[in-house]
């Protein structure tokens, strides 16, 4: 019984925020805190994440989570924003810039959110050259240092 009422509050809360809210926000809550068991929870345990750098997509929770975590420290900062947002049924592009190394990083995060709010695709896409260039260096040592 006690299952039936927790799928039923899950139902109605599903009708009652539009997706992927609940997921968007608690990304969003993880950039600014930058707290890691936060990230790992909104993980799906079967996500798949895919680098502008790196050709073959990483599958899972923890490669995904060691990319994200890398990523924050290279690209995050006081500098770093995001400047656009779109949204759909199932997920968000995030439109963001940083300054790194006086290069002009652009870029978007294309993210698609399960029924329970958990991050099932994560797709990064970045310009110009220059800036894939220093990423792909900067990441490969952030990489290197976390093992």
Do not use: C
Not at 5 to 26: F, N, V, Y
Not at 90 to 110: P, Q
Not at 122 to 129: A, E, N, Q, S, T
């Amino acid at each position: 019984m006690h299952m039936i009422r927790t799928e039923l509050a899950r139902t109605a809360h599903l009708e009652e925020t539009p997706l992927p809210a609940i997921g968007l926000q608690k990304w969003h809550d993880f950039i600014k805190s930058q707290d890691h068991a936060a990230l790992r929870d909104l993980l799906h345990p079967d996500v798949v994440f895919e680098s502008p750098v790196v050709h073959t997509p990483q599958r899972g929770r923890d490669i995904t989570f060691k990319y994200l975590t890398s990523a924050t420290k290279v690209l995050g900062g006081p500098a770093f924003r995001y400047i656009g947002e779109w949204t759909s049924d199932h997920g968000a592009v995030l439109e963001f810039t940083n300054d790194v190394d006086g290069i002009t990083i652009n870029g978007v995060d294309i993210i698609t959110f399960d029924a329970y709010d958990r991050i099932t695709h994560f797709k990064v896409m970045v310009r110009p050259l220059k800036a894939i260039n220093l990423l792909h260096r900067l990441m490969g040592e952030q990489l290197a240092a976390a093992r």
